[in-house]
């Protein structure tokens, strides 16, 4: 009964290639996200999708296209990986009803640890 | 948009009650105060939330003056389990353009 989840855990990939992440929320909330977390532990907003309408880009390059098929799932696509990529990836989620957004309690993933070779 | 400082580390030891301070000078009528805790190899987890005097739950407590410029999280009696990164963010509950800054929070080491 995990709320949000992402798959996979752990991804090892060589530069160049392309690869994405998954995740997926079950608790029904309008509002999911992606964030980016450095070797410094510095925590960074990439995206915020709610009911499948982009509302947050935070100057991400476009080798990064988050894609949601429906409020349930946001998936993050990354194309030609560089070193530079190489974080921890989570997804959150939050029942943020609106658009324009807001603080509201959000609830992450466990991370999907990527390694970029 | 408020900006958040925070200590980028302390130190404790068990037992001990720690207090972990988050500036926020240019704090909106608006906006609450949100604390998130994260565990190693972990997600952020929401661990407490408040506008104004004080908070308290089953985790923590959340101290935030009249000016409501700073808060203070307080962790009562600390164990080797709350080894985490701490983060304070500020903002809306709705509404408004609002991006969750979490930057690199607070790092509290509890030493047995």
């Known amino acids: 009964d995990t709320a949000v989840s992402q798959t996979p855990k752990y991804l090892v990939t060589q530069m160049g290639n392309d690869k994405s992440i998954k995740c997926e929320q079950n608790?029904?909330?309008?509002?999911m996200y992606w964030y980016k977390q450095d070797s410094k532990k510095f925590l960074k907003i990439m995206f915020s999708y709610n009911n499948k309408e982009l509302i947050i880009n935070e100057t991400v390059p476009n080798r990064f296209s988050p894609k949601s098929p429906d409020k349930a799932h946001l998936n993050l696509h990354i194309n030609s990986l560089e070193l530079g990529d190489s974080a921890v990836y989570f997804c959150?989620?939050?029942?943020?009803?609106?658009?324009?957004?807001?603080?509201?309690?959000?609830?992450f993933g466990p991370g999907t640890r990527l390694t970029v070779l | 948009l408020a900006k958040t400082t925070q200590p980028i580390s302390m130190d404790s030891y068990e037992g001990q009650e720690v207090n972990i301070t988050c500036s926020h000078n240019?704090?909106?009528?608006?906006?609450?105060i949100t604390w998130y805790q994260q565990f190693p190899s972990q997600g952020p987890r929401f661990i407490i939330q408040g506008y104004k005097t004080k908070v308290t739950n089953e985790v923590a407590s959340l101290f935030i003056p009249a000016d409501r410029k700073s808060s203070t999280l307080s962790l009562p009696r600390v164990s080797l389990s709350d080894t985490a990164v701490y983060y304070c963010l500020v903002g809306p509950l709705s509404g408004g353009s609002y991006i969750p800054t979490f930057g690199r929070g607070t790092s509290l080491i509890v030493h047995p």
């Open positions: 608790l029904g909330h309008d509002t």
């Open positions: 959150a989620s939050s029942h943020q009803p609106r658009a324009s957004g807001g603080s509201d309690t959000q609830y």
């Open positions: 240019n704090i909106a009528t608006n906006d609450y």
